[in-house]
């Protein structure tokens, strides 16, 4: 999930916040990568690829607890503003360790923002 030049471990948050349910990456989709090291990637969607793209704003804290805890805050501004009320979007989560394996939390499809939530 992380660039070669840093192969440490981290989570990858995938967003489709329009639901559009793309077959790969398309417009209005994210893919924000945090490495426990606190470096902060991010990506939008176009053609099928992840294109990395300067998402403003966008805030991360990482605490090294036993572990450690990602936190990444996302203005909605950044991924189109608030959805209406019911609306789902598209929101998939992976773990990257340092070995290279990654664990997809909310989704089977690796490299994906296509499970669906509520808002």
Same mark, same amino acid.
């Given at each position: 999930m #992380?660039?070669?030049?840093?192969?440490?471990?981290?989570?990858?948050v995938?967003?489709?916040?329009?639901?559009?349910?793309?077959?790969?990456?398309?417009?209005?989709?994210?893919?924000?990568?945090?490495?426990?090291?606190?470096?902060?990637?991010?990506?939008?969607?176009?053609?099928?690829?992840?294109?990395?793209?300067?998402?403003?704003?966008?805030?991360?804290v990482?605490?090294?607890?036993?572990?450690? #805890?990602?936190?990444?805050?996302?203005?909605?501004?950044?991924?189109?503003?608030?959805?209406?009320?019911?609306?789902? $979007?598209?929101?998939?989560?992976?773990?990257?360790?340092?070995?290279?394996?990654?664990?997809? $939390?909310?989704?089977?499809?690796?490299?994906?923002? #296509?499970?669906?939530?509520?808002?």
């Open positions: #992380f660039d070669k030049a840093d192969s440490t471990s981290g989570v990858t995938y967003l489709d916040p329009q639901n559009k349910h793309y077959v790969a990456p398309g417009a209005g989709t994210y893919k924000i990568n945090l490495s426990a090291e606190n470096k902060l990637q991010t990506y939008m969607g176009r053609n099928g690829n992840w294109i990395p793209a300067k998402l403003t704003g966008v805030k991360t990482i605490r090294k607890i036993n572990g450690y #805890f990602a936190e990444i805050a996302i203005p909605r501004s950044v991924i189109g503003g608030k959805p209406p009320l019911g609306k789902r $979007i598209g929101l998939n989560v992976a773990l990257t360790a340092s070995e290279g394996y990654t664990e997809n $939390i909310s989704s089977n499809q690796a490299d994906k923002p #296509f499970y669906l939530v509520h808002t």
